[in-house]
């Protein structure tokens, strides 16, 4: 499977912990994006990169949240004492830049925060 | 930064019946307008897109439209079938770097 590929798949953690997710993008993808998905709605924009450097940060997005791409090919999200309200599915995509392309999305990571 | 509204929230249609879904966006420098498809568990797919250089693109059944002066750009589906029920999101970008979506259409064919 040549796709983005996303781990865990699940996620069921207490409130209070801290919990690290894993993408791996499409080989010759430079650019690996972070988005958050509540039950109906869109996906909301986290961060992305491009290659190692993280270009963007949403500036809703609290500073219990980080996440890194350490050798421009996979990345990891890190939420630091996890909330109820983080519950949501984490997904990440990755494009061929330069500029807008098609953004290619893995399954996600569906976080539940009890 | 972009705002992009997408109407309506859901849609009911009869199989065979078209479906139209809109949406709006804010940043008039905005070039790239994608669509994308999200059945129940999986994850989006984009099923056609379209940049500012054209006024419409078909695929099949499927056709986007858009409309650089008004700001708004339409989902169009013909001859719906079952397999097409799925939430639709439409999508354009914000300082190059990224894609914003909009709120999402729930579509549902009815055999």
């Known amino acids: 499977d040549t796709g983005v590929s996303q781990n865990p798949r699940h996620k069921i953690t207490k409130r209070g912990q801290n919990v690290t997710f894993r993408c791996d993008p499409i080989s010759e993808h430079n650019r690996l994006y972070w988005y958050r998905q509540t039950l109906g709605q869109g996906p909301e924009f986290l961060t992305y990169f491009q290659n190692e450097a993280q270009l963007e940060k949403s500036r809703l997005l609290s500073d219990r949240f980080s996440a890194e791409r350490p050798k421009g090919s996979f990345s990891t999200l890190e939420i630091q004492r996890t909330e109820q309200g983080d519950s949501a599915m984490y997904l990440c995509?990755?494009?061929?830049?330069?500029?807008?392309?098609?953004?290619?999305f893995g399954s996600g990571t569906q976080l539940s925060v009890l | 930064g972009e705002n992009v509204e997408q109407h309506p929230s859901t849609l009911s249609v009869q199989e065979g019946d078209s479906a139209v879904i809109k949406c709006t966006y804010s940043d008039s420098a905005s070039n790239y307008f994608p669509w994308y498809k999200q059945e129940l568990g999986k994850r989006p797919q984009l099923i056609i897109d379209i940049r500012s250089n054209v006024g419409e693109k078909k695929d099949q059944r499927i056709a986007v439209t858009l409309n650089k002066t008004a700001k708004h750009f339409s989902l169009h589906i013909t001859e719906t079938q079952p397999e097409d029920s799925a939430v639709y999101f439409c999508a354009a970008p914000e300082g190059g770097g990224k894609l914003i979506f909009g709120q999402g259409t729930e579509l549902s064919v009815k055999p």
């Open positions: 995509a990755s494009s061929l830049a330069p500029g807008i392309e098609k953004l290619f």
